[in-house]
């Protein structure tokens, strides 16, 4: 089993709608989450962490499930420019290391 | 801004060479990571580094190397270029520690490399 998991998608999504992407993790260990985002040919960059009470970034919001072990990501009201790859990214407790899920391709629509 | 500066964007090498990435970073990190991305794959930790002159394996460290002199600088190292080394390699900083700012990770803007 992967460390992180996605659904690689594509999403294809008409703009305006909304979009969840979810991500589980294998080890119970740990302690920290993020979101990145990475266009096409382009170096990944962070678009959120996500906190054990839940975030909101403008049309972001990020959710962490520990009890089950994943993490989600909701982009409401969706523009062209959300189109990307989306990364799952998780950190274990007591290692520099960060382990990245494979990616989720959202295509928006117009 | 944080700057993590790869200097070779776009390099094709025969079989057999030795290859070079460089890689310099502005921000005093302490943490210093070679990641390789393929289709499918995702990121793929090779290397990293939380001081100079230390170096850890990641996932898949085989066929490269890695020297860190300098605080600023990693460089990897293909010590016999194989085609199945083509890839975009991304280098990437961080600061040490616990903390959820001490986690985020910046990277530079990728090598593809090509081995023919």
């Known amino acids: 089993r992967k460390e992180v998991e996605q659904d690689p998608g594509p999403f294809n999504v008409p703009e305006g709608a909304t979009v969840a992407f979810n991500c589980t993790y294998s080890?119970?260990?740990?302690?920290?989450f993020f979101w990145y985002r990475q266009d096409c040919r382009k170096e990944p960059k962070l678009l959120m962490s996500?906190?054990?009470s839940g975030n909101e970034d403008g049309r972001f919001t990020a959710q962490l499930n520990r009890a089950s072990q994943y993490i989600s990501l909701l982009i409401r009201d969706s523009k062209l420019s959300d189109s990307a790859t989306y990364l799952c990214?998780?950190?274990?407790?007591?290692?520099?290391?960060?382990?990245f899920g494979t990616g989720t391709r959202l295509t928006i629509i117009p | 801004d944080v700057k993590v500066t790869q200097s070779s964007r776009y390099l094709v090498k025969r079989t057999g060479e030795k290859v070079f990435l460089e890689c310099v970073q502005d921000?005093?990190?302490?943490?210093m990571f070679w990641y390789r991305q393929d289709p499918g794959l995702g990121l793929r930790l090779i290397y990293f580094?939380?001081?100079?002159?230390?170096?850890e394996k990641g996932d898949i460290p085989e066929g490269y190397s890695v020297s860190r002199e300098k605080k600023e600088r990693f460089s990897l190292i293909l010590e016999s270029a194989s085609t199945n080394q083509t890839s975009m390699y991304l280098c990437?900083?961080?600061?040490?520690?616990?903390?959820?700012?001490?986690?985020?990770?910046?990277f530079g803007e990728g090598s593809w490399l090509t081995v023919v």
């Open positions: 990437a900083s961080s600061l040490i520690g616990t903390g959820l700012s001490g986690n985020t990770i910046y």
């Open positions: 080890n119970s260990a740990s302690q920290s």
């Open positions: 996500v906190y054990s």
């Open positions: 990214v998780v950190r274990d407790f007591g290692n520099e290391k960060l382990t």
């Open positions: 921000m005093d990190h302490e943490n």
């Open positions: 580094s939380y001081d100079v002159k230390m170096k």
